[in-house]
């Protein structure tokens, strides 16, 4: 079965900081893991996707998320956060079957200026 | 914009009706996937459809039922609202069906189901 788990409903973080959003995930088969972001009254947007070519992942408005297996996690980081960032993030992971993803509970982030 | 529509945007009704939700997924998508969000339960999958055919299931209610027509648009059927069906329901789509680990959903804009 896949999951995934988000630590830290809310975080906070000032303009400029490093933004930390963490994701801890279980699956019986190698992951497929995602971030999407979503912005107040808007759907969901994806940041970026895991699919095993490479460990560490970019995507888009600067953010990046680092694969470790032994750690089984899959945390999203932004050198330097921007107001714009704030929105709500989530981190999914991909079934095996229909290939439906298992959403985690979601993390707000806030930018306090 | 991901390319994905969802109609309406709100939908206000009273308990006990049925309400009809409609998707049209991006253009070469054959995928369509439902999702229910709600502050309780959080993102949860609802149904999948192929190509016109139900491929998986989720935690949907018997209440709940969809369908995807020929031109590949999908709705989804939700009757005898009750209170708890208030949430904002997702429509995704992706290029490829059941098995394919190469797939990603993008999400329509939703739509957001007040009962009352």
């Known amino acids: 079965a896949q999951s995934v788990t988000q630590l830290g409903s809310h975080v906070s973080v000032s303009e400029g900081a490093l933004v930390l959003l963490r994701c801890n995930y279980s699956?019986?088969?190698?992951?497929?893991l995602f971030w999407y972001v979503q912005y107040p009254n808007q759907g969901l947007q994806l940041l970026l996707k895991?699919?095993?070519?490479?460990?560490l992942v970019k995507g888009i408005n600067g953010f990046e998320a680092e694969f470790k297996k032994s750690e089984t996690s899959f945390h999203l980081t932004k050198p330097s956060a921007h107001m714009s960032d704030a929105a709500e993030y989530f981190c999914?992971?991909?079934?095996?079957?229909?290939?439906?993803?298992?959403f985690g509970t979601g993390t707000r982030l806030t930018v306090i200026p | 914009d991901s390319g994905v529509t969802q109609t309406p945007k709100h939908l206000i009704t009273a308990t006990g009706q049925r309400v009809t939700l409609r998707c049209s997924p991006r253009?070469?998508?054959?995928?369509v996937y439902w999702y229910q969000q709600s502050l309780d339960q959080g993102l949860q999958f609802l149904i999948q459809?192929?190509?016109?055919?139900?491929?998986a299931k989720g935690n949907i209610l018997e209440r709940f039922s969809a369908q995807q027509f020929p031109d590949l648009h999908s709705e989804l059927n939700l009757s005898s609202l009750e209170l708890g069906d208030s949430a904002l329901y997702f429509c995704?789509?992706?290029?490829f069906g059941p098995g394919s680990r190469m797939d990603t959903q993008y999400f329509g804009p939703g739509t957001r189901l007040t009962v009352l």
């Open positions: 995704a789509s992706s290029e």
């Open positions: 699956s019986s088969v190698p992951p497929y």
């Open positions: 895991y699919t095993s070519a490479a460990t």
């Open positions: 999914a992971v991909q079934g095996t079957g229909a290939n439906n993803l298992f």
């Open positions: 253009s070469g998508d054959l995928s």
């Open positions: 459809y192929y190509n016109g055919e139900e491929r």
